[in-house]
């Protein structure tokens, strides 16, 4: 059975860090592209940042870019998203996602991050 459990959301205030987490189980982990998506309220989901199956290369948004980092460990069945300098347009549910082709594609429930003064 896949599973994807996000762990770390929560309330911080502006210029803040949060560190979420992401533990998967029930498919060969080092073999999927791990990304984080949020959603927004009354917004569509977006991709936040990606990471490759052996953690050579990653990407991220625009939005995010110098703030947020994203790292796995593949001994520990895990995806991480290091967040810095938040500001409230951070607020979102966040998403851990796997992806090992189209036919392989596995999503979590979600942490909410809320960044509020």
């Known amino acids: 059975q896949v599973q994807l459990v996000e762990s770390g959301g929560g309330l911080v205030q502006p210029g803040g860090s949060l560190s979420l987490s992401c533990a998967a189980s029930?498919?060969?982990?080092?073999?999927?592209?791990m990304s984080w998506y949020r959603q927004a309220p009354g917004k569509e989901r977006e991709l936040v940042a990606l990471?490759?199956?052996?953690?050579?290369?990653?990407n991220y948004a625009d939005s995010v870019k110098g703030r947020f980092t994203i790292s796995r460990d593949n001994a520990r069945d895990t995806v991480y998203l290091q967040m810095n300098s938040l500001k409230p347009e951070d607020t979102a549910v966040y998403y851990c996602?796997?992806?090992?082709?189209?036919?392989?594609?596995?999503w979590g429930r979600g942490t909410r991050v809320t960044v509020s003064s």
């Open positions: 996602h796997a992806e090992a082709g189209a036919r392989y594609s596995y």
């Open positions: 029930g498919f060969t982990f080092s073999n999927y592209f």
């Open positions: 990471i490759s199956s052996g953690g050579g290369s990653t």
